[in-house]
């Protein structure tokens, strides 16, 4: 009988152990902010770019004390599986390495450390096109965060057209991609078995469509002409803020107080899947860090508690609903999950986020873990979407996919 008791008592420490690592885990992925992977030009908030070219990774630390971070170079396939192929077939130098462009923030009230880091670098040359995961890793080899990222060559051009939807049934609240590979001078043995495309809507890897086959093939050409398989709900288009001025009211953000940080109030939002479509411009979900405050919006923006506010009439049964956008890779935390008060009406929830100019919408996820974007914003042929269309390439007795081609649409309600 002493043995079971000691046995057990052991399991509970190990149980407590494991739980405490969890939830430093937990707290330390919870401290890293305004993660951004983008072109080093920043001509595009997009990481996919010709083989070559260079991408910059950079986040903020919100612990401020200089951890040994690392990062990983890893090759996928179209699919975002890992590929077969070793490091050395597609890198020249080493696949993991430190991260050592470090600085500290600046005569700010959050205090964070800045990490910074181009790939390729001349310690890990990217010698292959693809798919890449590039992750961060602390001390202890441990995966911090990941982020997608596209090398291409230029072996076809993808043209693309996007169209209000052609099914009858939901014309006013869809739209339809149509696009042509044209790979004049690339031979094409078997387009079925060699060529796999990627498309999806506003750089929201969630929303991806893959496996479509070309509709007609012709000399030169792929056509994918679909009228369903490649439709997509039109949405909304993004709510947005703009906080560069941090101690004032500003675009969309109805109070700000001083207390330990500063706190940005935004104005409630209400449901829009019951109004009509009104167009504003907005940049598609993304976020762009940026200050008037101060010279280095790098180490000079500061944080602010963003509060957000959702009025609805009564809370939704068996769903969650979270705010949603690219600040944190349109993923679905405990972070931006919203809770409901019925004093107010309200979801509510607040996060900090660097100073800038953010997009965002509300999502709701249901107990099957399903997203949906439109029920808290309406869908509408008219909104003015991104699509990305990816074509991978693998010969027969081909080691890995290539990516031999981009093309890039957006949905023009004059046309």
């Not at 079971?4 to 902010?33: A, P």
């Not at 056509?223 to 490649?230: A, G, Q």
Request: hydrophobic share 35%; with cysteine.
């Amino acid at each position: 009988m002493a043995y079971i008791l000691i046995f057990l008592l052991t399991m509970v420490k190990h149980l407590n152990f494991l739980l405490l690592i969890t939830l430093s885990l937990t707290v330390n992925s919870q401290n890293i902010k305004s993660v951004e992977l983008v072109p080093l030009n920043k001509q595009s908030p997009i990481p996919i770019v010709p083989l070559g070219s260079t991408l910059q990774l950079s986040f903020d630390d919100l612990d401020a004390d200089n951890k040994d971070y690392q990062y990983r170079v890893e090759h996928m396939t179209y699919d975002w599986k890992p590929s077969n192929l070793q490091s050395n077939q597609y890198i020249n130098g080493f696949q993991q390495n430190y991260i050592i462009d470090v600085a500290n923030s600046f005569n700010t009230l959050q205090s964070y450390t800045h990490y910074r880091i181009q790939i390729p670098n001349q310690n890990t040359i990217i010698t292959e096109s693809g798919n890449y995961l590039i992750s961060v890793l602390n001390d202890d080899d441990e995966v911090i965060f990941s982020r997608r990222c596209v090398f291409f060559e230029n072996k076809v051009t993808v043209g693309v057209n996007v169209l209000r939807g052609r099914n009858a049934l939901t014309n006013n609240s869809e739209q339809t991609v149509q696009f042509i590979i044209n790979h004049k001078g690339f031979q094409i043995n078997n387009p079925v078995q060699e060529i796999k495309v990627q498309l999806f809507q506003n750089n929201n890897w969630n929303t991806s469509v893959t496996d479509i086959d070309p509709l007609f093939i012709r000399p030169n050409q792929l056509i994918y002409n679909y009228t369903n398989e490649t439709n997509f709900s039109g949405g909304n288009e993004f709510l947005f803020f703009d906080n560069k001025y941090i101690r004032n009211t500003n675009v969309n953000i109805a109070k700000t107080t001083r207390e330990d940080i500063f706190h940005n109030y935004l104005y409630t939002d209400i449901d829009r899947s019951q109004k009509p479509y009104t167009y504003y411009p907005d940049i598609n979900g993304n976020f762009l860090i940026r200050t008037l405050d101060a010279e280095n919006e790098e180490t000079e923006a500061d944080y602010a508690m963003m509060h957000f506010s959702l009025e609805v009439d009564q809370p939704y049964e068996n769903k969650d609903v979270f705010v949603y956008g690219a600040f944190n890779n349109y993923e679905l935390t405990d972070e931006n999950r919203m809770t409901y008060s019925t004093l107010k009406n309200t979801y509510e929830t607040s996060f900090l986020l660097k100073q800038g100019f953010y997009n965002y919408t509300y999502v709701t996820l249901d107990k099957n873990n399903k997203i949906d974007l439109n029920e808290l914003n309406g869908s509408f042929f008219q909104t003015e979407n991104e699509y990305t269309i990816i074509t991978y390439y693998k010969p027969f007795g081909g080691l890995f996919y290539r990516v031999i081609g981009v093309g890039n649409g957006f949905f023009d309600q004059n046309r």
